[in-house]
T-cell receptor
Framework: EDQVTQSPEALRLQEGESSSLNCSYT??????LFWYRQDPGKGPEFLFT???AGEEKEKERLKATLTKKESFLHITAPKPEDSATYLC????????????FGKGTMLLVSP | EPEVTQTPSHQVTQMGQEVILRCVPI?????FYWYRQILGQKVEFLVS????????KSEIFDDQFSVERPDGSNFTLKIRSTKLEDSAMYFC????????????FGSGTRLTVV
């Protein structure tokens, strides 16, 4: 069964303390890997899509990378406003457009 | 920036009643979706819709559920005879293409079945 696993479940950082979030997936053909940010009571907000191993994308303090089995979301010098749940979702080649989500990593950045 | 709009933001309904959740997708998008998130759980796919028909649906999307695009701008999810376990956040989403491109989500409708 295709699976998406995110770790850690929760992460607490001090402002300025860089770290990485992990998303691993079992492979049955990956069409795209998506990162979303979700604030409490809100819908997922699109951050990045990665399509092939070795690809990297950046946006402000966030950088997403992709290998054949996992993706990392690197957060450099985070600020309190980066506090949110970060969701990873995979679009399988076998499916048409469905996203399969992981459970997310809840990030809390303290000032 | 264009966004997916959902109404209402919160709906409370009696068990057994029918509810309709409404969405206005981004205007140039062609693919429409419904996802749901039960409190504390992961976001789950319900259904995708393209060219006025369902293109994919999950096991969750049984005969209790239906979708419709009644006009050129709205996309609705109908839940017949709601159950307590239907209580969740329901997200509408849309995308320009079915594969690979960003899928934009609305802010959701919180459905509470009592």
């Amino acid at each position: 069964e295709d699976q998406v696993t995110q770790s850690p479940e929760a992460l607490r950082l001090q402002e300025g303390e860089s770290s990485s979030l992990n998303c691993s997936y079992t492979v049955s053909g990956l069409r795209g890997l998506f990162w979303y940010r979700q604030d409490p009571g809100k819908g997922p907000e699109f951050l990045f899509t990665l399509y092939s191993a070795g690809e990297e994308k950046e946006k402000e303090r966030l950088k997403a990378t992709l290998t054949k089995k996992e993706s990392f979301l690197h957060i450099t010098a985070p600020k309190p406003e980066d506090s949110a749940t970060y969701l990873c979702a995979v679009q399988w080649a076998s499916g048409y457009s469905t996203l399969t989500f992981g459970k997310g990593t809840m990030l809390l950045v303290s000032p | 920036e264009p966004e997916v709009t959902q109404t209402p933001s919160h709906q409370v309904t009696q068990m057994g009643q029918e509810v309709i959740l409404r969405c206005v997708p981004i205007s140039n998008h062609l693919y429409f979706y419904w996802y749901r998130q039960i409190l504390g759980q992961k976001v789950e796919f319900l259904v995708s819709f393209y060219n006025n028909e369902i293109s994919e649906k999950s096991e969750i999307f049984d005969d209790q559920f239906s979708v419709e695009r009644p006009d050129g701008s709205n996309f609705t999810l109908k839940i017949r005879s709601t159950k307590l376990e239907d209580s969740a956040m329901y997200f509408c989403a849309s995308s320009e293409a079915g594969q690979g491109l960003a899928i934009a989500f609305g802010s959701g409708t919180r459905l509470t079945v009592v």
